[in-house]
């Protein structure tokens, strides 16, 4: 073998070895842009053009329509114009796009803002956070648009700015993919079309919850939606605080077909006082949550259909504050013009009972029986609780218990429903509030004449905690009685001479007291028995 094809062998052998140590991107591994901030210089050197929109903004190599990295991006838009912003597009093949994550805080865009796209691949838990800013298009957390993988588990929070366009937890919009599990949370900015928790062409949508607690939404508020065939059930929206909504609300919704969108669809209508809705339909669940200062009506409607035909819709209300009386009465729905489908007669929830009847166009609840629950309240010996023993509470309010010592004795320990609470003991009260169960209290004592003293002589008691023998010392003091009590002060057992030594091992495991009296005064050890 000749010299010069010696030295090309080993050249050859020289690239293959530098080719394959040098650095390679690998899918999955997560990028963070910020525009225009990562190059203030040429902030258009960080923007691309994507799926056919130029000046997009995502990570690098989405031109040729596949991210490099198509999971854990971070993408940023600060300030500026830009096309549409992308966590991660993938429209070549079948692999997940999952864990991206767009935060828009300022700027604008001429187009939409996804967290994750693909073509048929799965779309999953991918977020759009929009506090600011002026989109054109509208918000996806995830979106394919042709056929094939699941959309799940992907979320967009509004919290300021304005989105021009839809705002979709999760959307297969052309295709068959299910939309599962997809959030959407807007508690204050503006939309200008619709808000939808999921929407699929064909296939199933459930499992997705819109939650508005305000801003402006400028159309319908639908949990899922299926264009043709497939089904929308087990969505939930909920409407709190105040925004203002313009359009109807649909628990499910269909373009066509005859797929379910009622079963399962749930609206929580809690501490409302937004505005006025158009029509409200296709949920089996209405659960209000209302302030028990509630006046006029809890949600004002054009019409509310409560139920599909076939199955009436099935009401539950929770009242927050003081409590109601019997007699008390509240307007659940007011509809200026439908108000049909109605078939419940009582409704029972946070320790209420209420009678349910439609007056004109009204759904009115009116209470007719309270819960009761009972607080069992007890104290050691050498002191008091106020009030003491059995104590019956309506469902709903507060009560509280205060601790008084006897002279020569502090307040020791207070158990609420068997916890230690050393905040109460310091306090000397404790307050049950929005009472909806049964409670216990329980509180004791120690004696504060002579401890120091006698301490400092050393009267002891050992092992502590303790399984069966519980041995005394004492130097000089005399004993003339040691009581075992328990945490309510009962006595357990009695000894009227001084022992070096007390079995304990038919005790239950718990914490107890021993009292000493003696010449000096009397004094309480705690022990806990194992």
Not at 238 to 262: E, K, Q
Request: hydrophobic share 35%; with cysteine; proline share 2%.
């Amino acid at each position: 073998m000749t010299k010069k094809i010696k030295k090309q062998i080993l050249s050859k052998t020289f690239f293959c070895v530098i080719a394959f140590l040098a650095p390679i991107t690998v899918l999955g591994q997560g990028q963070t842009i910020v525009y225009p901030d990562d190059n203030p210089g040429n902030p258009a050197a960080l923007l691309q053009t994507v799926n056919s929109i130029t000046n997009s903004l995502a990570p690098n190599g989405s031109s040729s329509g596949k991210s490099s990295s198509i999971s854990d991006n971070s993408i940023t838009l600060n300030s500026g114009s830009v096309g549409a912003v992308f966590g991660a597009i993938n429209i070549n093949d079948m692999q997940t796009v999952a864990n991206n994550s767009v935060f828009v805080t300022d700027g604008n865009t001429g187009s939409s803002v996804y967290g994750g796209y693909s073509s048929s691949g799965t779309i999953r838990g991918n977020t759009v956070n929009i506090s600011g800013g002026s989109m054109t298009g509208g918000a996806y957390g995830g979106f394919t648009n042709l056929s094939g993988g699941t959309i799940t588990g992907n979320t967009v929070n509004i919290t300021d700015g304005k989105v021009a366009g839809d705002v979709v937890g999760g959307s297969s919009r052309w295709g068959s993919g299910n939309a599962t599990d997809n959030i959407v949370n807007i508690s204050g900015g503006s939309t200008g079309l619709q808000v939808f928790g999921g929407w699929s062409q064909n296939g199933n949508v459930s499992g997705n919850t819109v939650n508005i607690s305000g801003g402006e939404i400028g159309w319908h508020v639908t949990g899922g939606y299926i264009s043709s065939a497939g089904s929308a059930t087990y969505n939930t929206i909920t409407f709190s605080g105040s925004p203002t909504i313009t359009g109807n609300i649909n628990g499910g919704n269909r373009g066509s077909g005859t797929g379910d969108v009622f079963t399962g669809n749930t609206l929580n209508v809690w501490n409302y006082s937004g505005s006025s809705v158009w029509n409200v339909q296709n949920f089996e669940f209405f659960n209000f949550r209302i302030p028990s200062t509630q006046s006029g009506a809890v949600l004002t409607s054009s019409s509310v259909y409560l139920g599909n035909g076939t199955t009436g819709s099935k009401i539950a209300i929770e009242i927050i504050g003081a409590p109601l009386t019997v007699g008390s009465t509240i307007t659940l729905i007011e509809a200026t013009l439908t108000l049909n489908g109605f078939s419940q007669t009582t409704a029972k929830g946070g320790g209420y009972t209420f009678a349910l009847s439609v007056e004109g166009r009204e759904l009115i609840a009116k209470v007719t029986d309270i819960d009761t629950y009972n607080i069992t309240a007890a104290a050691g010996s050498n002191g008091t609780i106020t009030p003491n023993g059995t104590v019956n509470v309506f469902a709903g309010s507060d009560k509280t218990f205060t601790f008084s010592a006897n002279s020569g004795f502090g307040i020791d320990r207070v158990f609420i429903d068997g916890v230690d609470d050393p905040a109460a003991a310091t306090a000397g009260s404790y307050t049950f509030t929005n009472i909806m169960a049964d409670h216990t209290i329980v509180v004791s004592f120690i004696g504060t004449t002579g401890i120091a003293e006698i301490e400092s002589t050393g009267i002891k008691i050992y092992p502590n905690p303790v399984k069966d023998e519980l041995r005394i010392e004492s130097d000089e003091w005399k004993i003339n009685r040691i009581e075992i009590t328990d945490l309510s002060g009962k006595v357990i057992d009695r000894f009227d001479s001084l022992r070096n030594q007390i079995n304990v091992s038919a005790l239950s495991q718990g914490i107890y007291f021993l009292k000493f009296e003696t010449d000096k005064g009397t004094v309480t050890k705690k022990f806990i028995k194992e």
